[in-house]
C-alpha cells in the first residue's frame, strides 16, 4: 500500500505510484472583479488629469472667474442719476455726423416711361429740404434700364453720409460709383419706383441713422 493511502482505506480509494495528483486552485471571482473595478479607477484618474491639464493651459476656470467678479461688481456698483440699482448701462455708439439735405445736390433723372417723374419727385425733395440741381431724362445709359427703385450715382466720397441721408428718402434706392469730384449726386429714377417714402418716415429714419442704438442690450444682475 501507497503511503498516500489514507489508513483504513483501500479498493478503489488505493492510491500506487510514485506521482502525486497535481491539484490547481480555481480562479476566484473575486480577483477579476477587483481587476475590472482597478482598471475602471484608473482610467477615470487618467481622463480627469486630462481636464486638469486642459483648464489650466486654456484658463476656462481663471476666465469664468474674472467674468463673475466683474459682474458681481457692476451689480454692487451704486446706480447713476436715472439708473435702476442693478442694471448695468450700456455703452452707446458714437453719433454719426451727417450732412443736412441743405448741404446735398441732387440732381434728378427719369429712366422711366412715365412723363413728369423727375419734375415731381424733385419738387418733393426740394420741400425737404434738399438742394435740386439738374432735372430731366436719364442719360442713354440708364434709360429704360433701370429696374430697381432708383440708383443713387455719386462720387466715392458720397457713399460715406450723403448716400446715407438721401437712401431714407428712397427706399430700395441701389449706389454706385463714378469717376465724378463734385458732391453732388444723381438720383436715377427706375421702373420700381412707386413713390418716394413718406415724410414722417424719413424723418425717423434720419434721426435713427444719426443717433444708432446701443451694440449690445444692457445685462442685468
Not at 505510484?17 to 484608473?42: D, I, K, S
Request: aromatic fraction near 4%.
Amino acid at each position: 500500500m501507497s503511503m498516500l493511502t489514507p489508513p483504513g482505506m483501500g479498493g478503489k480509494y488505493r492510491i500506487t505510484g510514485n506521482r502525486y495528483p497535481r491539484m490547481r486552485r480555481p480562479r476566484g471571482r473575486r480577483r477579476l472583479a477587483f481587476a475590472a473595478m482597478g482598471a475602471a479607477v484608473a482610467l477615470g484618474l487618467v481622463g480627469w488629469g486630462t481636464i486638469q491639464l486642459i483648464d489650466v493651459f486654456s484658463g476656462g476656470d481663471d476666465e469664468k472667474t474674472v467674468r463673475a467678479a466683474r459682474g458681481t461688481a457692476d451689480c454692487k456698483r451704486e446706480p447713476a442719476k436715472g439708473q435702476v440699482k442693478g442694471q448695468v448701462k450700456a455703452p452707446h455708439k458714437a453719433s454719426k455726423t451727417l450732412p443736412k439735405p441743405a448741404d446735398i445736390t441732387v440732381n434728378v433723372y427719369n429712366a422711366t416711361p412715365r412723363t413728369g417723374l423727375a419734375k415731381e419727385t424733385a419738387d418733393e425733395l426740394k420741400k425737404r429740404g434738399f438742394k435740386i440741381g439738374k432735372v430731366g431724362n436719364a442719360p442713354s445709359a440708364y434709360d429704360k434700364k433701370v429696374k430697381a427703385p432708383g440708383i443713387l450715382l455719386g462720387a466715392p466720397a458720397a457713399t460715406n453720409g450723403p448716400f446715407d441721408v438721401l437712401g431714407t428718402q428712397l427706399a430700395g434706392a441701389e449706389t454706385k460709383n463714378d469717376a465724378r469730384s463734385g458732391n453732388d449726386i444723381d438720383l436715377i429714377i427706375g421702373n420700381g419706383f412707386k413713390d418716394l417714402v413718406k415724410k414722417k418716415d424719413a424723418v425717423k429714419a434720419l434721426t435713427a441713422l444719426a443717433e444708432p442704438k446701443p451694440s449690445s442690450p444692457a445685462p442685468t444682475c
